[in-house]
């Protein structure tokens, strides 16, 4: 290659940093501008891994320095540049979800509709290649029609109290990855059927959130996606994958890092403890996620999630929260 | 003991027989009467097991020669025999459900609560050991509070047409085992939530009925009980639970009778086949069930699931039918 | 079938309890016969599962009421028993090892080579199902050319010190069975190679045996076969076999009673113990044994192992001992 | 790190673009020089990885240019480039074996014992984290006292014939891996037996060769070690360590890059093949063996086998071999 693509990261977060790092290991790119309003960690992050920085989102925009953009910012920033994004013409991928307000989303539909720079989502399930071999054999019949879709996400421990009033509440926080890899399989849900429970966290209770929820999609097809979720896991990051078909069942079991099992008087054939969390166990995901953006960049054919898929995501949320809340099954029209 | 339990059995179809070789591997017992209008299969079982034979009930009860019933007649009569048993003062195992009309239920439920004699519910699955060292495990907090509870039974393949009429419908027959399970680890079920899908069958789908479902049970501690259902699976008898705790996790996994394990050049560590069906995967369910009842018999302390457990079972198949249908979460109450 | 087997046991120790039990589950047959000089022993067996008692086998013999034959005694009997049952043309199931001494079982060679009473030897492994499948599957060609095969198998415990000098050493004790299972696969060996250690049993070192050792055995065809034994194990009866061929391996793997597995913070993924020790494993691979000898008596064809079998067993453990103690490989030639 | 380690590569075959990957990946070391008389292969690695080109050794060393260097050449070099290096006074990382002579490693052996010049064998699998773990459980514990250690090493097929004649034969070109792994954990090995087979390459056997082998070990406290060979695997390459102690039981297990399994119709719960081979069971084991070596070169505590090592090795390999031919155990002493 002979020009790497100049990208510039918004949002210096935790997920900042993972995709920082990404840009540091992919060759055809390098990280160009850093930019936070909290300018301490910009000038952290491009300590680390380079690039010049900002504390304001239209210097960066202005600088005629980047070929594309990550936006890891908070939530409410995401439609804003996702929209400056277009108007430069720079291709953005942006971390889910697009807003917490539906509203917001489809105010810029037809503008995302309409354009050509490139819009890739977060959805980092997406990229990691156990999903991406399932799907794959799914798709290729391995077990007949897909009839049954059930999907294990458990988080090791709940957010910070703090995060929580700004979370959009567990299904826009948490089970959108699990709506978004259910529409990976079956893209397009028509009904969404949600439960939520208190079970444990009191914190959560009082923040008006559910801490366990379990949410049943339907697609046109009439096959049935489950999804469970909890915001803990005493035995560490849960993410699992069943697919039931006419003529067999695959699974995504858990990934554990080491191939020791152990033999006692008292338990045998035990494994290690699993992976503690996202960074650990996506890691190659969120790298893949990054190098997929590039190759749209580049102007080549690119798999990653769009627009479309960002604010069908939110719209399953949504209605997933309105069922938990109301009791009753909600149909949805994605493609409306 | 110096006298066996002189056992009158009603039904000769494929349930009945199982009690039959039940009743002919405990000591305890005896089969003195087989019962069935059909009387060519009285005939047959009783060749085979021994007893005299009859088609018509009341000849049972007026013989003076058993000293309990075990009811595996068409669900249609369970509620005239049970009654009968009642009033007879002989004691009753009577196979699931009581009745496919909650009406008719309730209006023996006050003599059933009345009475002394022994009724009990023919819910095999709390008998098989492995359930019932689940439930001790759970009960003894090996995983802390219990949060979710995930039952999967899947069959290996649809009932006969004929049958479908008079089953009730998937929910009344084939999921009600699995609310009763739930109600096995959590008894205080206060709402019902239920999908139902058709994917794969066109008889089932003429038939009105669903082939694929969904339920989501709530306790009245908040916890969440998903069921999933599938009247067919290629892989054979799918019978799983996972009971997810604040502190760990425990499943029960399907069996497997051979301990042969394969590695070829496409695939690895590949088992054998499941069990086919219910006849071999709960043996020695059926057996202990009717054992449990034989001790209720004979004056001792029984663990056997009785009338309002069979009542409120149907309560939540009714509701799930309920829920399913119009996509409303149902709220119940099993012990008003 | 108009007529019981009239079996007469000899033996009234573990194992000749455990043959009265298989007696009492099968119906083609009944102890009528029981015989120890210990005279307690045999009528409290008697007592439970029926049949005449004697302190003296001439009394069994002459009786005329015994249609078949257990040797259950001590080793030291079985050569003069399986010889009076010859004699008296009585069919005879005799535990392993015929005796410690090769010399004795060659002088009895003759003699039961040309009998036409069945004698058949008690290697309970060659009954069980699971052992059974992995030979049918092997010899079906699953894994193309057999090439190595792996015995494992370790006792839960050291057996009582008072037991070791009457024993013959681990290798005709214990081994011998894993050198029959060896022969079950591959009929023709010719080496023998062992290694024996003492690594935790100072009652053992003082008897002069090994607590631990390593057999590697050579078929005809080149087939290298490995068998581990020891004397304690802490996690349970470990018995596992792998067949390695030259298109895939099949493996035996321990049986679990339970199907419940257990995630915690610290270890996923458990089973619980395994079966303590070979009355639970072998349970039902000791009533087939029955069944296969009682098959013989009938007059019908029989799987059972016979006295050649017995006798290459010995021939291989006598060559394991030597190979043991003075370093050497030992050829051996079973069938001459 | 103010400046990075020069190192000169010898060898350009497999191992050799094996371990220049792994310096592209290191950032404390840089290729230098690449080094081979098949001036072709020097100059495609060096195009790839960089670094000046030679086809003679003397001149990489004259340079002046080199820190360290990584012997990768064919075996009969080695000796002469460990002690260039000595000479030199540059770290050596040598592949393994140091020679399929003893005598010509007893020759070098004084020298490298008085040098101060690191001098590290390419055993990597002492660096594979899951058998890394192993032995850290092992040696905290966690088993008790290790009595019984089992490595199966099986390659997926064999080596082309042209290979065979220069291999020194399987047990100094295969099990010399698995003879150091023995010592990883249980250094003191006094005793070796083996036994050879032909049972599937006729090329191999007219190479004079084995193309299966068993190896039994003894160690110093009378603990065995079993090692399984085989040329050929048709379920992929078979790497599994089992370690048998007196309070338990620890393996490693074979490792599956895919976390799908399959259920269907024949076969159920099976996973995807595993790894083809070394460079995929390894790659990271091969980049932490040059990582430790590069700590040795810098001063710093390392782990690395050394001389000894290699030295062990092959003298527990031609035992093997002496073994194999003889019939006789072989006692040996490693650290004479």
Redesign the interface.
Known sequence: MTQQIRVGLFGTGRIGQVHAMSLATLEEATLAWVCDPFIEGAKRTAAEFGGRVSDDPEEVFASGEVDAVIVASPTATHVDLIEQSIDAGIPVLCEKPIDLEIGRVDALRAKAAATDVPIALGFNKRFD??FV??RR?VGAG????L??L?VTS?DPGEPPAAYLPQSGGIFRDMTIHDLDMARYFIPDIV?V?A?G????SEGIRQAGDFD???V?L?GS????V?I?N?R?S???Y?QRIEA?????????????D?????????????????QNFFLERYAEAYRLEVAEFLRAVRGLPSRSPGFEDGRAALILADAAEKSART???IAVELSA
């Open positions: 290649r156990h071999e399932l054999r391995e077990i007949g029609a009839e049954q059930i458990r009904e059927s439960r429970a208190n079970v444990f366990s929820t379990v049943t339907r097809k009439d096959e049935l489950t469970f909890s803990h005493a035995y560490g849960d039931f078909g006419s003529t067999g069942l695959l699974q995504v079991t858990n990934k554990n080491s191939l020791v099992r152990h033999w006692g008087a008292r338990s045998v054939e035990g494994a290690g403890p699993y009791g009753a099954a």
